[in-house]
């Protein structure tokens, strides 16, 4: 049975920092893309960062380039979401995605964490 599970979240002031980490078991982690999303009240969920396998390549949505960092640590099943300089149009519910890289319509979710940014 395949889990992720999304932790980290919570409450922070403008400018502050947070780092997530989704821990995923029941896979092959390697052999999963992996992504976080975020979605906030009456917005579609939206990416905000992506990260390949094997490759360990990487993208952003254009909002968070420069402030987030995706990056995954294989010998640990975790993928991880350093975010710095937030701001209150970062506060959501993050999500963590798995997607296996040789078919991709097979995907995970977790069940999200909240983050709140405000003073």
């Known amino acids: 049975q395949v889990r992720l599970v999304e932790s980290g979240g919570g409450l922070v002031q403008p400018g502050g920092s947070l780092r997530l980490s989704c821990a995923a078991a029941?896979?092959?982690?390697?052999?999963?893309?992996m992504s976080w999303y975020r979605q906030s009240p009456g917005k579609e969920r939206e990416l905000v960062a992506h990260i390949r396998s094997p490759d360990n390549s990487t993208n952003y949505a254009d909002s968070v380039k420069g402030r987030f960092t995706i990056s995954r640590d294989n010998t640990k099943n975790l993928v991880y979401l350093q975010m710095n300089s937030l701001k209150p149009e970062d506060t959501a519910v993050y999500y963590c995605?798995?997607?296996?890289?040789?078919?991709?319509?097979?995907?995970?979710w977790g069940q999200g964490t909240q983050v709140t940014v405000s003073s």
């Open positions: 029941g896979l092959t982690f390697s052999n999963y893309h």
């Open positions: 995605q798995a997607v296996f890289r040789f078919v991709n319509t097979l995907t995970y």
